[in-house]
T-cell receptor
Framework: GQQLNQSPQSMFIQEGEDVSMNCTSS?????WLWYKQDPGEGPVLLIA?????KLTSNGRLTAQFGITRKDSFLNISASIPSDVGIYFC??????????FGTGTSLTVIP | DVKVTQSSRYLVKRTGEKVFLECVQD?????MFWYRQDPGLGLRLIYF???????EKGDIPEGYSVSREKKERFSLILESASTNQTSMYLC???????????FGDGTRLSIL
């Protein structure tokens, strides 16, 4: 199956810093999704993006659905210790076709 | 809120055993999925189901089967467990159409 190119693989940042990660694909998607996974837990949906070119915010999180529909980025502003985890992007083609990135592991140093 | 419940958080089984992993969702979703997650490999789709008694193979179906007798329940079956099936197993569900998946908390399965 197809995997999306997600970068960076890991990040170590100081508390209070902003974070940026992105996801690219050779395929066009109808939806981009961003999930966060805490250790030992299942992924939790953070943001769903439905319209190309649009910026969507959820608290300190901002994500964009790239205009080409082949990429997306996620920004986290003013990071805090509970932001630690693995962040996954996913592209969706149809109701049952989802493709996932390999994840960005985020460590926040207090 | 959508709730996807996996029956066990941790499970330890022996090689050769038949293992059942259960998943239940409470939002009347048509589509349900089973993934396994391994370090460095991301999420890999094992099987999905788009309706009761309907199933489709994903990317890595070998050694697994599934059952969907009721809309809310999707079971993953390891016919004869092997050590290379030690992994984190994630269930997800969604409506038909362009809607995001919602995941359960996962089952960490160890095969000894």
């Amino acid at each position: 199956g197809q995997q999306l190119n997600q970068s960076p693989q890991s990040m170590f940042i100081q508390e209070g810093e902003d974070v940026s990660m992105n996801c690219t694909s050779s395929s066009i998607f109808n939806t981009w999704l961003w999930y966060k996974q805490d250790p030992g837990e299942g992924p939790v949906l953070l943001i769903a993006l439905y319209k190309a070119g649009k910026l969507t915010s959820n608290g300190r999180l901002t994500a964009q659905f790239g205009i080409t529909r082949k990429d997306s980025f996620l920004n986290i502003s003013a990071s805090i210790p509970s932001d630690v985890g693995i962040y996954f992007c996913a592209g969706q083609l149809t109701g049952n076709q989802f493709y996932f990135g390999t994840g960005t592991s985020l460590t926040v140093i207090p | 809120d959508v709730k996807v419940t996996q029956s066990s958080r941790y499970l330890v089984k022996r090689t050769g055993e038949k293992v059942f992993l259960e998943c239940v969702q409470d939002m009347d979703h048509e589509n349900m999925f089973w993934y396994r997650q391994d370090p460095g490999l991301g999420l890999r789709l094992i099987y999905f189901s788009y309706d009761v008694k309907m199933k489709e193979k994903g990317d890595i179906p070998e050694g697994y089967s599934v059952s969907r007798e009721k809309k809310e329940r999707f079971s993953l079956i390891l016919e004869s467990a092997s050590t290379n099936q030690t992994s984190m197993y994630l269930c997800a569900s969604t409506w038909t159409g362009i809607q995001p998946q919602h995941f359960g908390d996962g089952t960490r399965l160890s095969i000894l």
